[in-house]
C-alpha cells in the first residue's frame, strides 16, 4: 500500500536531531503534565488527613474494606493498563495488523472464572495477603515461598516500568529523563505512604480518566488529519492491517485465536485472579457481592482500552503507510513510534502532547503505587507479622508505611538499574514474565485439588519455575545467537509482563519478524507464543504436584482447612455416587464450611 498522505508532512531526522525543529514540550504541555502529579498527591494527602487517617493496618492496606464497585473496577482496570500498554498496544497494531484484538474473547473467561471461582474464596476466608491462603490451604513454607517469589518479580518490573515511559518521552521530546523519573517515583512513593490503598484506588479512577482523555485526543485529531475514520478504515484494509480469524493451531505462532482467545485466558488469571494487586483490591471492597461486581464492570472497560490500542494503531498506519518512523530512522525503538506520532500529530496544538504524556504517565504511576502498595502488604502480613505476634496497631501500621516508602526508594534504584542493563533489559523483562504462570498454578492446585499436599506444591512450583526459566532464557540465548541484521534493538521482548501491572498483557513491543525455518524439538519450546507460557507454567506445577503429592501421601478431606477447597470436580463429576466422590476428596461444599473457617482464622489472627 502507499504510504498515507496527511495534511501535515512527518518531521524528519534532521527536524528531530537537529537544534532548529526539534520537538519539544511547551508551556502548556508542561502545566498539564504537573498537574496529574499535582493531583495524584492532592488526592493521596486527602486520605492522609481524612476519615481514619490511615492509622490501622485494615485501613492503610485495605481501605478498611470500605470500596464501591465502580472504584475497585476503574482501579483494576488501571492496574492492568500501564504504560507498556499504552505505548506497545498501537505499535503492534501499526506492524502486525488487528490479530492482537482478538485478545478481548480472552477476557470473557479471565474474568468470569476470578469472579465465581477465586473472590469467594478469597473473600470469605477474610485475607489481607494472596499468600495468606497459602498457608491455609499448605503450610508456612509454602506460602513465604509465594510471597518470595512475588516480591522478585515485581521489584524487577518496579523499575522498568518507571524508566522505560521516561526514555522514550526523552527520546523523543527531550524532556529531562531522570527529572521525570524522579518526579513520578516520588509523587507516587508520596501519596501511596500517606494516603493507602484508599488513595492508590482513587488516584488509579482518576488517571484511568486521564488515560482515556489521551488516547481518545490521539485518535480523534489523527483520523481528522488523515481524512475521517473511513479513510483510515480504507488504508488499513488496503495495507493488509484488518485480520482475519486465524485458526492456526501451532503454539510456535505468536498470535492467532488459539494464543490470544485461549493462552490470553490463562494470563488474565494469572493477572485477575491470583495477583497480589488486583486480590487486594477485590478484599477492599464492602461486600464479596460487589467485589465480584467489580469484575463484571471492567470487563467492558477492558474491551474499550483494546479497541483504543487498536484504533490508535491504524490512525498511526493511516498516517505512515508502510514507510514507518522506525524503518525511516525518524526512532530508534518501537516503543518510541507512538510518542513520535503524538507528537508529530499534535505539533501545532499546545497543550494535547502534555495531555498524552499525562495519559502515559498515568498508567505508569497506576501500575507503580499498585507494587508499592501490594509489596507493602505481603512483606507485612507474611514475612513481618508471624514472627512478631506482639507488635501494637500503631506500630504496624507505621511499619506499613514505612515499607511503602522504603518500596519507592527502591523502585528509583531499580529505574536506575535498568538504564544499566542495555540488552540485558530483555532478560529482564523475561524474568518478570516467568513468574506469572508458576503461581497461577500453586493456586489452582490448593484450590481444585484437594489431594495436593504441601510437598507436592513446593516440588510444583520449583518445578514450574525451573521450566519457565529454562524456556524463557533458552528463548533470550537462542534469539541472540541468531544474526538479524533487520532486527531494531528494542527494551521489551516477546514475553509477556505477567503480574499486575500490569500488566502487562500489552507487552508488545515486539521486535520484527525475519523469514527463518520452522523450529523443532526443543527449539521449538524456546519458540512457543509467550501467551502460551502462563498455561504451559501453570500446567506443569499442578502436573508435578499431583504426581508427588500422590507419592508422599495425598491430603484427606479431613485434614483441609475449611473453605479453602473450591468443589469443582465435585460438581463437574456430579454423576457419580457420593461415595467415591468422598474418596476422591471432592465434596467440600464452599458455602456451607465457610462459618467455621472464619472462626479458624479469627482464632489464628488472635494467637498471632
Known sequence: SSPSVSNQTPLSPTDIMGDVVQMHFTTPDYVIFALLLVASTCIGLFYALSGGRQRTTQEFLLA?????????SLSLLATFQSAVAILGAPSEIYTYGTQYWFLGVSYF???????????????????????E????????????????????????????????????LNAVTGFDLWGAVLAMGLVCTLYTTLGGLKAVIWTDVFQTI???????????????????????????????????????PDPTERHTFWTLGVGGVFLMLALYGVNQAQVQRYLSSRTEREAVMSCYVVFPCQQVVLCLGCLMGLVMFARYGEESPLDKGYVKTNDQMVLYFVMDVFRDLPGLPGLFVACLFSGALSTISSAFNSLATV???????????????????????????AYGLVCLTMAYVASLMGSVLQAAFSIFGMVGGPLLGL????????????????????????????????NFVSRMAVPTPLLPIINATTMPLRGNMTTAVMTTLITSITAKPKPTGVQALYNLSYLWYSAHN?????????????????MKEKDLTPGTVYPVLGNLLFFLPERYREKLCCVTPLSHKVPSCRLAHTVQETAL
Not at 478498611?64 to 475497585?72: E, I, N, Q, Y
Open 379 to 405: 512483606t507485612m502480613e507474611d514475612l513481618i507479622k508471624p514472627y512478631c505476634p506482639a507488635m501494637t496497631e500503631a506500630k504496624a501500621t507505621l511499619l506499613s508505611k514505612g515499607l511503602a516508602l
Open 109 to 131: 473467561l479471565g474474568l468470569l472464572i476470578p469472579a465465581h471461582v477465586f473472590i469467594p474464596v478469597f473473600y470469605r476466608l477474610r485475607l489481607t495477603s494472596a499468600y
Open 538 to 554: 501453570s500446567t506443569t506445577v499442578v502436573i508435578v504436584g499431583l504426581i508427588v503429592s500422590l507419592l508422599t501421601g495425598p
Open 443 to 474: 493456586f489452582c492446585l490448593g484450590m481444585f485439588f484437594p489431594w495436593a499436599n504441601s510437598t507436592g506444591a513446593i516440588v510444583g512450583l520449583v518445578a514450574g519455575l525451573a521450566m519457565a526459566f529454562w524456556i524463557g532464557i533458552g
Open 133 to 168: 491462603y497459602l498457608e491455609l490451604r499448605f503450610n508456612k513454607t509454602v506460602r513465604i515461598m509465594g510471597t518470595v517469589t512475588f516480591i522478585f518479580q515485581m521489584v524487577i518490573y518496579m523499575g522498568v516500568v518507571l524508566y522505560a515511559p521516561a526514555l522514550a
Open 64 to 72: 478498611d474494606r470500605s470500596m464501591s464497585c465502580l472504584p475497585v
Open 210 to 248: 486521564v488515560m482515556f482523555a489521551g488516547q481518545l485526543a490521539v485518535i480523534i485529531v489523527g483520523a481528522h488529519q488523515a481524512g475521517g475514520m473511513g479513510e483510515v478504515w480504507r488504508k488499513a484494509m488496503n495495507g493488509s492491517r484488518i485480520a482475519s480469524l486465524d485458526l492456526n
